[in-house]
């Protein structure tokens, strides 16, 4: 059987991103909108209830627009944009995320696609409240670098486009000082987390690729954990997976930096356990592209599991 599956905002980079990974699969058709008719809602309302699946790449407002022109029971919808990750009777399209997780997704219409730094702030947080390691009211600090191209065509216009206005020859910045991030809600409730996290993103002069890290006083934690307990937990609750993988202690401790690049044009997850079991204090971090696991390839996935496709297609 053959699905057809509409990307509405298909120029976009994740669009972009997404159609160049379903290109070529003789499991799916890809269906496009005349350029002329984007704007036609009627017209979109017609190709989004006549498709098996849609991936929103839009803007929140544009996104909830899309979804109120669906009234095809039977459509599934993928939104990439922020505007349901937290809404009710949407699914958050984390596989890995819980056990019961694969099979909510394979079970809904409605599936809300996890944000880049999301899915490597829960990597890593889940797994260890889960299991009672980490208490949900923890004060927790999320640290954060990605590639330019998560901001979308505006910020890759500042790092990329001398003759732009908004042109910045800086090679790091921070930003969202004010930490009311639309990321900040998405973490506390899909981690289960009781408190607030402070979440530091920061950008740097490359396009793609991303570094998220998660330091923790293990002193402050209940039980006494080590690094090894950490990891342990980690280990166990990803162990068979594809996509998301736990570096041996020893691979961690041999490192001596860590590339954000070097995951890139993939849909893997690294997580790793570093710190000082002498001096209490543990620092977790997640290696993924942004454009990868922390977008398009999780959408891909995403669609192959709403469709009752093989998980890796396409990946």
């Given at each position: ?28 058709d890809l269906v496009s909108i005349a350029p002329e008719k984007r704007k036609d809602a009627g017209a979109r309302a017609d190709l989004l209830n006549a498709v098996d699946a849609v991936i929103l790449c839009l803007p ?71 299991a009672g390691i980490l208490p949900a009211d923890t004060p927790l600090s999320v640290n954060a670098v990605s590639g330019y191209s998560g901001g979308g065509k505006a910020m890759i216009a500042e790092f990329e486009d ?154």
């Open positions: 059987m053959v699905h057809t599956v509409f990307i509405d905002g298909e120029a976009g980079t994740t669009g972009l991103q997404i159609r160049e990974r379903l290109a070529g699969r003789r499991d799916l929140d407002d544009a996104a909830k627009e899309a979804v109120s022109l669906v009234s095809n029971p039977a459509v599934r919808i993928i939104d990439a944009s922020t505007a349901h990750r937290t809404a009710p009777g949407w699914v958050y399209g984390f596989a890995e995320l819980a056990d019961e997780q694969r099979a909510a997704i394979a079970g809904t219409t409605r599936l809300s696609n996890p944000g880049c730094y999301p899915t490597g702030m829960l990597g890593l947080v889940r797994p260890l409240v889960d001398e003759t732009s206005p908004s042109f910045t020859p800086v090679a790091f910045r921070i930003y969202a000082m004010g930490l009311e991030h639309k990321h900040v809600a998405e973490m506390q409730q899909h981690g289960r987390l009781a408190r607030r996290p402070i979440f530091a993103p920061s950008v740097g002069r490359y396009a793609q690729g991303m570094i998220v890290e998660v330091p923790l006083h293990l002193d402050l934690l209940p039980g006494a954990p080590t690094l090894a307990h950490l990891h342990e937990a980690l280990a166990d609750h990803y162990a068979g997976e594809r996509f998301v993988e736990v570096a041996s202690p020893e691979e961690a401790a041999a490192l001596k930096t860590l590339d954000p690049e070097g995951l890139n044009d993939t849909n893997r997850l690294r997580l790793f356990v570093f710190g000082s079991d002498r001096g209490r204090q543990a620092r977790l971090v997640a290696l993924l592209d942004n454009l990868g696991k922390g977008a398009s390839g999780a959408a891909v996935q995403n669609l192959n599991l709403m469709l009752g496709l093989d998980e890796t297609a396409g990946l």
